[in-house]
């Protein structure tokens, strides 16, 4: 039985919004998108986000522009539990909150994405942005190879970090906790109909 894979992203849900994390103790971190990089951080301390606009609280959303995965203890203890080596769970407080939150950083970094599969794949236009250069800018119908995620349920893409890609079980398990603020984009096996 094919395992698939999905692309978490933001939900089409009415839901609150957080800003980027920062730290408790003021200012702003210097790689204010290191939780959406795919590497192992160093603890970075006690860390704050504040509310940038109230609405219905969820157990799973992206704070910031940075896309910062923001989880309440539920789900943390799903990444905790099914994927221990893939990330990292850092506890941040939330503005005014007293239920507890954790950002959860992927470590992991894959390099899956089968390209003669994805619907439609953009690059940097040569000579615009050095740094990105070789990456891909934006993916349509994003596909990978299941046999080349190395056994991780949880992973950034190698060229296209923007993608948070779990496991079906991962998914499964996110689903039984509900109130998510993010929605599932299976990336394995054929395209859909439109």
């Known amino acids: 039985m094919e395992h698939h894979f999905y692309w978490i992203r933001i939900g089409d849900v009415p839901q609150w919004l957080i800003e980027t994390p920062e730290p408790a103790s003021g200012g ?20 704050k986000a504040l509310i940038s606009h109230p609405g ?20 943390a203890n799903v990444f905790r539990t099914i994927a221990p080596t893939d990330v990292q769970i850092f506890p941040v407080s939330i503005e005014g909150e007293s239920e507890r939150y954790f950002v959860v950083n992927v470590t992991k970094v894959v390099d899956c994405i089968d390209e003669a599969r ?14 990105y250069e070789g990456e891909y800018r934006w993916i349509y119908g994003l596909r990978i190879a299941p046999s080349k995620t190395e056994g991780a349920h949880v992973f950034r893409l190698m060229k296209f970090k923007t993608a948070f890609i779990v ?28």
């Open 28 to 47: 702003t971190f210097d790689e204010p998108w290191m939780f959406s990089d795919g590497r192992v951080l160093p603890e970075p301390g006690p860390i």
């Open 56 to 75: 219905e609280k969820r157990s799973f959303v992206f704070a910031g522009v940075e896309s910062t995965p923001t989880v309440n203890e539920a789900v």
């Open 118 to 131: 994805c619907q439609e794949v953009q690059h940097y236009p040569e000579g615009t942005f050095p740094e």
């Open 167 to 194: 496991s079906e079980d991962i998914k499964t398990a996110l689903e039984r906790i509900g109130n998510l603020g993010v929605s599932f984009e299976r990336v394995t096996g054929p395209h859909e109909p439109l």
